[in-house]
């Protein structure tokens, strides 16, 4: 599994400052993808100490998001920060159920559902896609987050 490039963000997930790292070779190619350069099998291999490196050179960050990849593969990475890092992980899978390879405990945030543009993003009501908080085995739809983000602004 490779990746292009990795951002800082706010945005991905909920309250977190998220080490985004954006995957390459998706299958998905959704119209209207802001990232149609990830659809190509470009990058850098991400290895378990590629990720070390990102992880240590981004102090501050509470979160490693992983934008797309391989469910056996996220799922694996994601298991290595959970034993070895005191931070959060996500994934973006932009099919619409979360593949039976993919062990809950492993993450804390999952967004599932391919981009449609005439549905928009998570911050639009009409919106497929979703976003869950994994407790444990568990999940909980956390849309609304993205959806009410100035509802309590005065």
Not at 109 to 126: F, Q, V, W
């Given at each position: 599994m490779k990746y292009l490039d990795t951002a800082v963000t706010f945005r991905e997930f909920p309250d977190e400052i998220s080490l985004c790292i954006n995957i390459t070779n998706c299958p998905f190619h959704c119209s209207g993808c802001h990232s149609p350069e990830l659809w190509e099998d470009v990058g850098t291999e991400l290895t378990y100490g590629k990720l070390d490196d990102l992880i240590k050179t981004n102090k501050g960050i509470t979160l490693v998001g992983f934008m797309g990849g391989d469910p056996i593969l996220v799922n694996s990475l994601a298991s290595y920060i959970k034993h070895n890092y005191n931070i959060?992980?996500?994934?973006?899978?932009?099919?619409?159920?979360?593949?039976?390879?993919?062990?809950?405990?492993?993450?804390?945030?999952?967004?599932?559902?391919?981009?449609?543009?005439?549905?928009?993003?998570?911050?639009?009501?009409?919106?497929?896609?979703?976003?869950?908080?994994?407790?444990?085995t568990e999940i909980k739809d956390i849309t609304y987050k993205f959806q009410n983000k100035y509802e309590n602004c005065n």
């Open positions: 959060k992980v996500g994934w973006y899978w932009g099919g619409t159920d979360i593949p039976k390879e993919v062990y809950l405990i492993n993450f804390d945030y999952i967004k599932l559902g391919p981009y449609i543009k005439e549905l928009g993003g998570l911050d639009n009501p009409n919106t497929n896609q979703r976003m869950y908080h994994c407790i444990g």
